[in-house]
C-alpha cells in the first residue's frame, strides 16, 4: 500500500469517526485536507463526512421517552381507510355520501349507492366537501367586527331577547328539512310569539311551488319518475346538475338510453335553454331560445297538446292559451311527440322560468295523464316551503321601519344573495345587536356586530331529508376544528334548555321520528328506508 493510499485510509476513517462530535470530524477533515489532497480527492472525502453527518442526525432518538400507540381503537388500522355513511345538505335536502377517514381525518366523500338522492355518485360540489372543511379561509373564533368576542356576548343577545319574548328579534336560516330543528321553530313561536322567523337560500325552488299554487291551488312539489318517460321536455331546466335530484335524475336518464339489446327502447330528450347545460349537451334535440321566449312556448305547447286530446282535463288556472298554430316549426314535432307517449312522458320547467311557466307546464302533464305516473305531486319536504316566511319581503319591511333591534343569521349569506331590492347589505349594518353563525366571515358576518363559526357538514350530528322526503342521519367524521356552534346550539340557548351534545339531542329524537326502526342501522346504511314522500 503507498503512502497516499495510507493518508486516505486515515482521512476516511476521522471524518466517519467524527461524526459522533458533530462538524468536528469535519472540520478536521477540511484542514488536513487543504495540505495534503489534491482538489478533486478533497471534495471526494468532504462530501463524504457531511453525507455521514446528516445519516447520523436522522438517526438520533428523541430526548425525552414517547410511548407507542399502545391503545389503538379494534377497528383502526393505519393506512388502511374506513368508510362512514352520512349526509351533505343543500338548500336543506340531504345528499347521501359514504366519507372516507384514515386516523379520523375524512379525505375523500362519494356517492352512497343505497341513497336515492345520490345512487353511487356525486357532484363536484359533494367532492369539495372536504376541501371545504380544512379551509384555512374558514372563520376561527367569535369575533366582533374583529375583535375577539366570548361566547357570553352572543349569549348576552340571545337571553335579552328571550326575555322579550322575542319583540324586535328576527332569525333568518337557510330553509331545513331537520326535524330537529323544525321543532325548535315551532317551539321558539310558540315562546316567542314577537319573534320573526325567514328562511332564505337564492337557489330554494320558490318558482316551482308558485306555479302549482296558480295550477292546483296550493303549493306542491313534482318527484320526475325518468325511467318510465318515453319523452323528456326540459324547459330551461338542467335535470342532471342543477337540480336536487340531480344524480338520481342523470342515473334515470342514462339507464333509459343505455340499449342492452335490440328490444330496448332509448327515451328522447328535448332540451329547450338560453345557454348550454349539461342537460342539453345529451339531449337529443338541443333548442336554443332566449330564456324570455320560454313562457310563450310553454303557453303554445299546452295549447297544441289540448288541441291533440281533447277533452282531457286541465286544472284551474289561468293560462293566455293561443288559438293560432305554434309559431315556433319544431313545437308541432315536439307536441305530437308528447301526445304519442302520452303517459310515458315528462314536460319540466327550470327555476329560473316564472311561476305561469311552471303552472303551463303542470298543466300540459295533467293533460297528457302524466300526474301520478312519471309526475308525483308532494307537499313540499322542506319546512314551510313556499309560504310567506320563505319571502324576504317580511324582514326587508322590518329592517326599513326599524322594527328589528336584535337580528341572528344562522347560516348562508344573505347580505350578498338577497335581491338588491332588499337592501339588506344596507340595513344589517344598522341593526343595534346582531350575530352571524356560518362558516366564513362573509359579507353577512361582516356586517353583523357578532360572527360566531359554524359547523360543517363534516363536523355535527343532524336529521335531513333528502329531496324525495328520505330521512338521513348526518353524522361527523371529526370533531370541531374551530369550536363551531351549530344551529340547534343557538336556537336550544334561546330557548333556555339544558346543555347536552348534538348526538344526545338526535338519539332523543329518534324514538319519535322513526318508532321501532334502529338507530344505529340507519346510521350504517346512511338512510331509513320507508320513509320517501
Not at 219 to 229: E, F, G, K
Not at 516 to 528: N, P
Amino acid at each position: 500500500m503507498s503512502a497516499d493510499e495510507d493518508l486516505d485510509e486515515d482521512l476516511v476513517g476521522r471524518a466517519v469517526g467524527g461524526v459522533g462530535d458533530g462538524w468536528a470530524g469535519v472540520r478536521e477533515l477540511v484542514e488536513l485536507g487543504r495540505d495534503q489532497l489534491d482538489r478533486r480527492g478533497f471534495l471526494q472525502l468532504a462530501g463524504l463526512g457531511a453525507a455521514a453527518a446528516s445519516l447520523a442526525a436522522c438517526s438520533s432518538r428523541p430526548s425525552r421517552e414517547i410511548l407507542p400507540y399502545a391503545n389503538q381503537p379494534p377497528e383502526l388500522s393505519p393506512g388502511v381507510a374506513q368508510h362512514y355513511a352520512t349526509a351533505l345538505v343543500e338548500d336543506g335536502f340531504a345528499t347521501g355520501v359514504l366519507v372516507a377517514a384514515h386516523e379520523g381525518r375524512p379525505v375523500k366523500v362519494e356517492g352512497n349507492p343505497d341513497h336515492p338522492a345520490s345512487l353511487g355518485a356525486t357532484r363536484a360540489i359533494e367532492q369539495a366537501a372536504v376541501l371545504s372543511l380544512f379551509d384555512p379561509e374558514r372563520l376561527q373564533a367569535i369575533h366582533a367586527q374583529g375583535t375577539p368576542a366570548p361566547w357570553s356576548a352572543v349569549a348576552r343577545i340571545l337571553d335579552d331577547a328571550a326575555a322579550a319574548r322575542g319583540a324586535g328579534l328576527h332569525l333568518v336560516l337557510e330553509p331545513t328539512t331537520s326535524p330537529l330543528v323544525v321543532a325548535l321553530v315551532e317551539r321558539v313561536r310558540a315562546r316567542l310569539p314577537a319573534a320573526g322567523i325567514t328562511f332564505w337560500s337564492p337557489f330554494a325552488p320558490r318558482a316551482a311551488l308558485e306555479g302549482h299554487r296558480l295550477a292546483f291551488g296550493r303549493p306542491l312539489q313534482a318527484q320526475l319518475d325518468l325511467r318510465a318517460a318515453d319523452v323528456i321536455v326540459a324547459l330551461d331546466a338542467d335535470l342532471v346538475a342543477g337540480h336536487p335530484m340531480a344524480l338520481a335524475y342523470a342515473r334515470q336518464i342514462s339507464d333509459r338510453r343505455r340499449v342492452v339489446d335490440g328490444r330496448s327502447a332509448m327515451s328522447r330528450l328535448y332540451a329547450l335553454e338560453a345557454h348550454h347545460s349539461p342537460t342539453g349537451v345529451i339531449a337529443d334535440h338541443r333548442i336554443a331560445v332566449r330564456g324570455s321566449q320560454i313562457e310563450p312556448i310553454a303557453l303554445e305547447l299546452l295549447a297544441a297538446v289540448i288541441r291533440a286530446r281533447r277533452g282531457a282535463a286541465v286544472p284551474h288556472g289561468r293560462y293566455a292559451l293561443a288559438e293560432r298554430p305554434p309559431s315556433y316549426e319544431w313545437l308541432s314535432a315536439v307536441a305530437g311527440d308528447l301526445v304519442a307517449a302520452a303517459g310515458r312522458s315528462v314536460v319540466v320547467a327550470g327555476e329560473r322560468q316564472p311561476a305561469i311557466v311552471h303552472a303551463a307546464v303542470a298543466a300540459i302533464n295533467a293533460v297528457l295523464g302524466n300526474l301520478g305516473r312519471t309526475v308525483q305531486l308532494v307537499e313540499p319536504v322542506a319546512f314551510e316551503a313556499g309560504e310567506a316566511s320563505h319571502s324576504l319581503a317580511e324582514l326587508a319591511h322590518a329592517l326599513e321601519r326599524g322594527g328589528v333591534t336584535s337580528l341572528v343569521v344562522l347560516g348562508g349569506n344573505p347580505a350578498y344573495s338577497a335581491p338588491a331590492e332588499a337592501r339588506l347589505a344596507a340595513a344589517i349594518p344598522r341593526v343595534a345587536s346582531s350575530v352571524y353563525v356560518g362558516l366564513y366571515d362573509n359579507e353577512t358576518a361582516r356586517a353583523c356586530k357578532l360572527a360566531v363559526p359554524g359547523l360543517h357538514d363534516l363536523e355535527r350530528w343532524d336529521l335531513a331529508r333528502a329531496y324525495d322526503g328520505t330521512l338521513t342521519p348526518i353524522q361527523p367524521l371529526i370533531e370541531p376544528l374551530f369550536a363551531g356552534r351549530s344551529v340547534a346550539d343557538v336556537l336550544h340557548h334561546l330557548l333556555g334548555d339544558p346543555v347536552a351534545t348534538d348526538h344526545d339531542r338526535v338519539r332523543a329524537a329518534w324514538p319519535a321520528l322513526a318508532a321501532g326502526a334502529s338507530f344505529e342501522q340507519a346510521l350504517a346504511l346512511g338512510k331509513l328506508a320507508g320513509t320517501a314522500a
